[in-house]
């Protein structure tokens, strides 16, 4: 057997195995008994929630010269899957829709190259098709092209209550560059009013501002995602490069007011929608931070976690902020090409009650299923002799190049001094690169309680603990710059520079903290030492603790963390 052959057998088994790149896919899950998030396999197609119940999905199975043999496949859970049934052959079944008169639909973008070197939007666009069922989902029209140009991906397709079908996405205008000040895109949409028959295309094209050197690719806004709230007007969330996702509200999805920044930090990537049978409305993001240049020189990142966040009152207030997805090889360095990442979140409804969320990038790709009931949750905690997996531990090192740069994990778990079988999270600078980082996240709130039982171990170097509106990676310094309150922890013990933690013994660290009145009080065993300055920008709330060695030189006695609890107040 030569190499490509060998590699092209080791690709296959990798990708048909039960695993998500080193995550061990939860197989037997009973839908009734899921509440936190877990993953129940590999990311698959789009998910329908049919009128008796169950679910229903298609594949497609590529037959060359941009043909594919579509088939669908039908679920009582989610979970386990039925053998596939033909459903028609042509384009293929992308972005599925299920609409109020029970046809589906189906949006799939195809490339168009019309010379040989290639120029987006100039030469090289990717269309946007639409193929829809007739006679109750029984037979099937021929595609047809529905919008001529270039797109970007498209994430969501909505038919209002009023039956108008609606297709949000972002075109890129051929010639303009990918820089400042709006970068190459504006957003628009396609929408029907006669179930798909015809289509026109909005007259808005919303832009977001492109910032010189950003870490990214200077896109502009694109991969709009919409929603209709229950008094008529269609609300809108674009992905942009501006620190946060930018937002719209339209009165009938045609016609939309200029973007603006919206409330929800974000890296560069879009968002999704669901609204649950009871009404509430849930959103999907990377509530993250991207990593800063290093030497100038770009990095990749800032799609290490998919976020959750619950509305019970059509978007005035969220709850949870809560990662439901963490990309299971974030603390290892990313392959050198390629998507990655747990970007691009496609929920649906599930059975029960239940919420299924498509998400990841490449081999971190995954589908998660929980019960929504869980991001409203006023508690958390986190035990280490559990596990390190709710925790983000990596750290770059060396050179960046073409946006990639190395990773390996910082801080670990290793044996508890005094409890046998048990286990503590380490948090030190053993070598040369720069100090162990470690951040966990918790349902966001202005008003709460954290308690952290830790040591210093004897020869300790310092370390720094901040709380944290969102997710930085675990060593950067813009998560000590950005931090909502940050204590420093001296090499000698002392906090901030006053009150003093004796070395080599455990202690209970608490955080209480009131946005509102602008405090945050430390507490050690019980007594209150502390009393720190919120930054001055005012945050939704606080979701993230970070502990970072800020040791100058080698540090591997460090600081021991044995658990975590929070309490909030909503």
Request: aromatic fraction near 10%.
């Amino acid at each position: 057997m030569n190499k490509i052959s060998l590699m092209v057998l080791l690709l296959t088994l990798i990708w048909n195995s039960p695993c998500v790149y080193g995550q061990k896919v939860q197989e037997n899950v009973d839908a009734q008994s899921v509440y936190a998030p877990v993953v129940i396999g590999s990311r698959e197609s789009g998910v329908i929630l049919m009128p008796d119940g169950s679910l229903k999905r298609f594949i497609s199975e590529g037959l060359g010269g941009g043909k594919f043999r579509n088939y669908s496949l039908t679920s009582k859970d989610g979970v386990s899957w039925g053998n596939r049934t033909f459903e028609f052959e042509g384009i293929r079944a992308t972005l599925p829709l299920l609409d109020q008169d029970g046809e589906y639909h189906f949006f799939p973008m195809v490339v168009r190259q019309l010379e040989e070197q290639r120029k987006v939007a100039v030469n090289y666009f990717i269309d946007v098709w639409h193929v829809r069922s007739t006679h109750g989902g029984t037979r099937w029209e021929k595609g047809k092209r529905i919008f001529e140009g270039y797109v970007g991906s498209i994430n969501n397709v909505t038919q209002l209550s009023n039956g108008r079908i609606i297709l949000p996405f972002a075109q890129w205008v051929g010639g303009r560059p990918t820089a400042p000040p709006y970068g190459a895109n504006e957003v628009t949409c396609v929408y029907s009013d006669d179930g798909g028959a015809t289509w026109e295309q909005s007259p808005a094209r919303l832009k977001a501002p492109a910032y010189t050197d950003f870490n990214g690719s200077g896109y502009g806004a694109c991969e709009p995602v919409i929603i209709e709230l229950l008094d008529g007007r269609v609300y809108m969330l674009a992905r942009t490069e501006t620190g946060v996702l930018y937002e719209s509200w339209s009165p009938d999805g045609v016609n939309w007011e200029p973007l603006k920044p919206s409330r929800f930090l974000s890296t560069d990537a879009p968002a999704a929608f669901l609204r649950l049978a009871d009404n509430r409305i849930i959103l999907f993001w990377n509530g993250g931070e991207k990593p800063p240049r290093h030497n100038g020189d770009g990095v990749y990142g800032g799609r290490d976690a998919v976020h959750a966040a619950i509305s019970s009152d059509e978007g005035k207030t969220w709850k949870g902020f809560r990662e439901i997805y963490r990309d299971p090889s974030r603390n290892l360095s990313p392959p050198s090409y390629g998507d990655r990442g747990t970007a691009y979140p496609m929920p649906y409804l599930g059975a029960d009650g239940k919420v299924i969320v498509l998400a990841g990038q490449g081999r971190a790709g995954a589908t998660v299923m929980f019960d929504p009931d869980w991001l409203e949750e006023t508690s958390a905690s986190t035990k280490l002799n559990d596990g390190i997996e709710a925790w983000s531990v990596f750290k770059h090192f060396g050179p960046a190049k073409r946006h990639w740069r190395d990773r390996t994990q910082g801080a670990v778990l290793v044996d508890h001094p005094t409890q046998p079988e048990s286990k503590v999270l380490h948090v030190r600078r053993p070598d040369e690169k720069s100090g162990d980082g470690a951040l966990w996240n918790f349902p966001m709130s202005r008003k709460g309680t954290l308690k952290m039982r830790m040591k210093l171990n004897n020869g300790f170097q310092g370390a720094s603990v901040v709380l944290l509106d969102r997710f930085f990676n675990p060593t950067d310094l813009t998560g000590d710059a950005e931090a909502i309150a940050r204590l420093s922890i001296q090499a000698d013990g002392k906090l901030s520079l006053r009150e003093k933690v004796g070395l080599g013994e455990w202690h209970t660290l608490q955080f209480k903290w009131d946005l509102d009145n602008r405090i945050c009080v430390v507490s050690v065993d019980n007594e209150e030492k502390v009393f720190l300055k919120p930054n001055y920008r005012d945050p939704l709330g606080i979701n993230y603790i970070r502990i970072r060695s800020v040791a100058e030189s080698l540090d591997t006695n460090g600081l021991l963390i044995e658990s975590i609890e929070v309490e909030i107040q909503q």
